[in-house]
C-alpha cells in the first residue's frame, strides 16, 4: 500500500488514480483513512455547489451541463453525485455517471458516486469528509448532487456555499416543500425543461412566491439537455457569496457531530444487526426498542 505522504502528494499533483485511492479508503474507513483525512491540507476557497431537486428534474443532465460550460474554461471540475441506498440490500443505484458519460474521459474532470448510507437529507458523514478530500485536490470546483427535496435536504446547507435547488414546470406539489422550508435552503432556483408547457407560469409563481418571503433568490429557466440558460446560471455560481451565512457555527456543529457520531457507529455491522433481527423477531414478546439497548 502506498504511504499517505505519497498518496497525498499524488493527489495535489492531479492524480486521479491517487485521489480515487484516497476516496476509497475514506469511503470505506480502510487504514490510513484516518491519517490521511488529518493530513490533507483542505482548501476552504474552492467553491462547493450542491444541485438538488426532486427525481426526473434533470438535475444529473445540468450538472453535465455546467461540467461542459466550466472544462471549456479550462477549470478542473469534480463531481460527487450522491445516490440513495436500498434499504433492502444496502446497495444503490448509481446511475449518475451513466447521465454523465461524456465527461468519462476528460482528463478535468473526476466523477465519483457515493451511496448516502441510510442519511435522510442525502448528507452522510462520508460526504463531507470526500467533499473535504476534493478540496485538497487542487479541483476549481466542486459539484455535490444529492437526491431528494424537502426538510430533510437542509442538511446540503451545511456543506455548500451556495445551494441550487432544481425544479420542473410540473413540480407544481414541490412549491408545497419551498413553503415548508426549502426556501432557506436554496441560494437560487432553477426550472429545468424550461421549453415544457407552464414553464413561464411556473416560473413567475415560483418568483411571486419568493418575493413574498421577501426572498433575494434568483430563478434560472434552462434546458440542459440543448445548453440553454446554462451560461448565464454559470456565471452566477463563481460570484462570491456575499452576504454572512450567520447559520455557519450551527451547520459546522452538524458537521462535527456527524462526524462523531460515525466514529461511535463505525463498530456496528449492518449485515450483522440484520441478522440479529431476524432471530429476535422469532421471539414472540420481540421489543424493538429493548433489542436496541443491547447495540447502543
Request: aromatic share 6%; glycine share 8%; with cysteine.
Amino acid at each position: 500500500m502506498q504511504n499517505e505522504d505519497s498518496l497525498i502528494k499524488g493527489m495535489q499533483e492531479g492524480s486521479f488514480t491517487a485521489l480515487a485511492r484516497v476516496i476509497t479508503l475514506v469511503e470505506n474507513d480502510i487504514p490510513p483513512a484516518a491519517q490521511l483525512l488529518r493530513k490533507i491540507s483542505v482548501e476552504k476557497m474552492i467553491p462547493v455547489i450542491g444541485i438538488t431537486g426532486p427525481p426526473g428534474a434533470g438535475k444529473s443532465t445540468l450538472v453535465n451541463a455546467i461540467t461542459s460550460h466550466f472544462v471549456n474554461e479550462g477549470k478542473r471540475i469534480a463531481i460527487l453525485a450522491v445516490d440513495p441506498t436500498s434499504p433492502f440490500n444496502f446497495g444503490s443505484l448509481l446511475g449518475d455517471r451513466i447521465r454523465m458519460s461524456q465527461q468519462f474521459n476528460n482528463p478535468n474532470v473526476y466523477i465519483r458516486s457515493l451511496a448516502t448510507r441510510g442519511a435522510l437529507g442525502g448528507i452522510s458523514a462520508k460526504t463531507i469528509e470526500i467533499v473535504d478530500v476534493m478540496k485538497s485536490a487542487g479541483f476549481d470546483l466542486i459539484l455535490v448532487e444529492t437526491v431528494g427535496v424537502g426538510q430533510s435536504e437542509v442538511e446540503i446547507a451545511g456543506l455548500a456555499d451556495k445551494t441550487v435547488v432544481v425544479l420542473v414546470p410540473e413540480s407544481g406539489d414541490e412549491i408545497q416543500h419551498i413553503k415548508s422550508g426549502l426556501m432557506e435552503v436554496a441560494q437560487g432556483f432553477v426550472v429545468n425543461k424550461a421549453d415544457r408547457e407552464g414553464a413561464d407560469s411556473f416560473a413567475n409563481n415560483l418568483k411571486k412566491l419568493v418575493h413574498q418571503q421577501h426572498q433575494q433568490i434568483p430563478i434560472f429557466k434552462t434546458v440542459a439537455d440543448k445548453n440553454e440558460g446554462v451560461t448565464e446560471l454559470c456565471n452566477w455560481l463563481l460570484e462570491p457569496v456575499l452576504i454572512e451565512n450567520k447559520r455557519k457555527s450551527f451547520l459546522l456543529t452538524e458537521k462535527a457531530f456527524k462526524i462523531i457520531q460515525h466514529n461511535r457507529m463505525k463498530d456496528v455491522d449492518r449485515q450483522r444487526l440484520h441478522e440479529a433481527i431476524r432471530s429476535a423477531m422469532e421471539n414472540i414478546n420481540f421489543n424493538i426498542y429493548r433489542f436496541t439497548d443491547d447495540w447502543t
